[in-house]
């Protein structure tokens, strides 16, 4: 009985089975040599909610209230990673997207990594910023909170509402990018105003900072920079702006550099801070390779539904780039009267 029950699984485990003859089956392994678990057929005839999915290799099926398909079948506005193919979701109205919050997919995953971290943060927040040592180690801060909490709420929105409509999807998009721009301002404007002092250094990387991010989010949020002619001076203008964001660290480390010669405590603490900020940068660039190339999935297409995409990874990479620079922001903050050439002579 087994056998022939077996063969009647549908190739797209996420595409409502047109049939359940005979069996569901609740898990086996993707060579099909694992044991198989009955249900009841009567339930399985009744119940075309049963989706099948991916997840670490194995494929497993559950009850989803929410349609999920398979890559093949969703709308060209939708398709984006053709190496994650079953469990997505497809078109839904704005309040399902957000039950599907609560249930299992190929976004679950990216929205969680988030969703955590906007929870996270904001009660972070709110727990540290009372305790800044000063004024100035506050409105970094600030800076800092805001533009994390920005970007995992901008993410957060993007990755539950886009498959809601065409036109939702080209906004969510857009604040989606425009949530990393304010992310990326924060970050830097905190560097910034921890690492330097002196107002003629710190307000001249304050403007061209501003400057650079008001022209990215101009670029994000008008369409008519949207088009393939002002693809090139967009991607030059995005690259200079995350560039720009390692001009105050090797500053620092520049004005700092006389510490080697004969002060350890102060040539420690710049050293911590460059590792601390050169590792966000490392894991930025690697989380955003494997997102590009999109690793590991294009290798086992299939594989990585679930758990381990390169979408989650690059969430996870993020999430973890910030919590670097916070470490970094702190080392300064806390050591700053190590740190002698941080006095402004001018
Ligand atoms: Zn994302």
Known sequence: MASTDQQAIP?????????????????????????FVQLHEEDAQKDSSHMWGTMCGLKYSWKSPVELVHFDDLPDWIKD????????????????AFKSV???????????THLLATLFSIWFAIYILPQAKNTEAFVSLCFFFFGSTTVYVCSTLYHTLYVCSYSISQIMGKVDYAGVVVGIWGCE???????FECPSHRWSLLVIITVLAFTCFALVVLDRFSGPSVRVCRTLIFALFGIFGIVPMITF??????CYLDNA?????????????????????????????????RWWPGKFDLI?????????????????????????????????????SA
């Not at 990673?81 to 399902?96: G, H, Y």
């Not at 480390?253 to 006389?258: E, V």
């Open 308 to 344: 381990g995409h390169s979408h989650q990874i690059w969430h996870v990479s993020i999430v973890v780039g910030f919590n670097l620079v916070y470490v970094g922001l702190i080392e300064v903050v806390n050591n700053k009267h190590l740190l002698p050439a941080l006095q402004c």
């Open 189 to 195: 404007c905190a560097c910034v105003i921890t690492m």
């Open 81 to 96: 990673n053709e190496f994650v193919q079953t469990c997505n979701r497809s078109c839904l109205p704005i309040k399902q």
């Open 253 to 258: 480390a520049t004005i700092n550099n006389s």
């Open 102 to 112: 609560f249930q299992v997919h190929t976004e679950t995953g990216n929205i969680w």
């Open 11 to 35: 190739e797209k485990y996420c595409t409502p089975p047109p049939v359940f003859s005979s069996v569901l089956t609740e898990r086996y392994l993707s060579n099909n040599s694992a044991t």
């Open 265 to 297: 405590p102060c040539a420690s603490v710049v050293t911590r801070t460059v590792v601390y900020l050169g590792s966000m940068g490392a894991t930025f660039l690697s989380g955003a390779a494997l997102y590009a190339l999109r690793i590991p999935e």
